[in-house]
């Protein structure tokens, strides 16, 4: 049950998390700067998050050791929220988010390099079929040139999240009930971005109607939910498996940006979400692919129970 819970928790982190641009784009074309956006974003899931925990009378007690975790854990997660809004004016905002969805090739290779995970020919397949799929997403061969900056800014932000993701998997917070620590990084969050604001030259008031209300929005759903969730996953499938069911992310990203905003839907778009889905998906499939290839039973199928348990070995 744990581990279809787990599955359950990476796709909903990946479906909430794709919506960021249907709340913030209206916000952004009302005027407000994003260092305040994301002020307002973590401050109002921060106080969610702390209410969750007072009525539920969960502890808030910390170690120095776990609260020095949290703080760089929370500046890796600043950095990921700063540089996919930085990005969203260089790159429509489906192209963005699905740029970001290169964090699972990253999460593949940090595990690799620091943590043992030995990547297969399965793995470097994937790595390149990336790669071309963010090509084509930042219109290689279009008529408009190719928005270097804005993929630049977004690897950055897939880059972060990766290393978020690995490190509460791996640090001493690991075992973090998943309340607790979600609201210390959106504290940890809440300042940096209100010392950012200031600095950009000053916090800007809340906007009236429909403004509050996808602030509300941005908090609860691709923030307290998206991370909630995501954190739950983590614990129980795992830092590849969980990234790579961010899948759904660059979908609803992608179909927000094409039904919602109207943005254009190329067929290099088509081809480049083909090839980023493709890769990420083949890294979470990559030691099983190989274990299957090496065993003489590769994609065998049987009648009753489906796929091959030594294909998936994931129970």
């Avoid at 260092?35 to 974003?41: A, H, T």
């Avoid at 910390?62 to 969203?88: C, D, I, R």
């Avoid at 917070?173 to 000053?202: C, E, N, P, R």
């Amino acid at each position: 049950m744990h581990y279809w819970k787990g599955i359950f928790c990476g796709i909903l982190t990946s479906s909430t998390f794709g919506m960021i641009p249907l709340f913030t784009l209206p916000i952004i074309a009302g005027g407000m700067r994003f260092p305040s956006i994301l002020f307002y974003r973590f401050f109002l899931a921060a106080v969610l998050l702390g209410g969750i925990l007072f009525l539920a009378r969960k502890s808030f007690t910390v170690t120095p050791k776990e609260l020095f975790t949290l703080a760089w854990l929370s500046v890796l997660y600043t950095g990921s929220a700063l540089f996919l809004f930085w990005g969203y004016n260089y790159l429509p905002s489906g192209a963005a988010t699905t740029i970001i969805f290169l964090y699972p090739v990253f999460v593949a290779v940090i595990m690799a390099l620091f943590f043992g995970e030995k990547p297969s020919f399965f793995t470097y397949t994937a790595i390149v079929m990336a790669l071309a799929g963010v090509a084509l997403l930042s219109g290689v061969g279009s008529s408009e040139g190719v928005q270097v900056k804005g993929v630049l800014i977004e690897r950055m932000s897939a880059l972060s999240y990766g290393l978020y993701i690995v490190g509460v998997n791996q640090s001493c917070v690991k075992h973090m009930g998943a309340l607790k620590l979600t609201f210390y990084i959106f504290l940890f969050d809440t300042v940096t971005f209100l010392l950012f604001a200031v600095w950009q030259g000053g916090l800007q008031p809340v906007p009236g109607g429909s403004g509050q209300l996808n602030l509300l929005l941005l908090a609860l759903v691709p923030t307290v939910l998206s991370n909630l969730s995501l954190v739950y996953a983590i614990k129980n499938i795992g830092s590849t498996f969980s990234s790579v069911l961010g899948a759904f992310e660059p979908l609803t990203a992608m179909l927000i940006g094409v039904l919602v905003f109207h943005e254009p839907f190329t067929q290099g778009l088509a081809w480049g979400l083909v090839l980023v889905i493709g890769a990420v998906s083949l890294i979470i499939l990559a030691p099983a692919l190989n274990k299957g290839w090496r065993r003489g039973k590769f994609f065998y199928i049987t009648r009753l129970r489906g796929v091959h348990r030594n294909l998936f070995p994931y129970d």
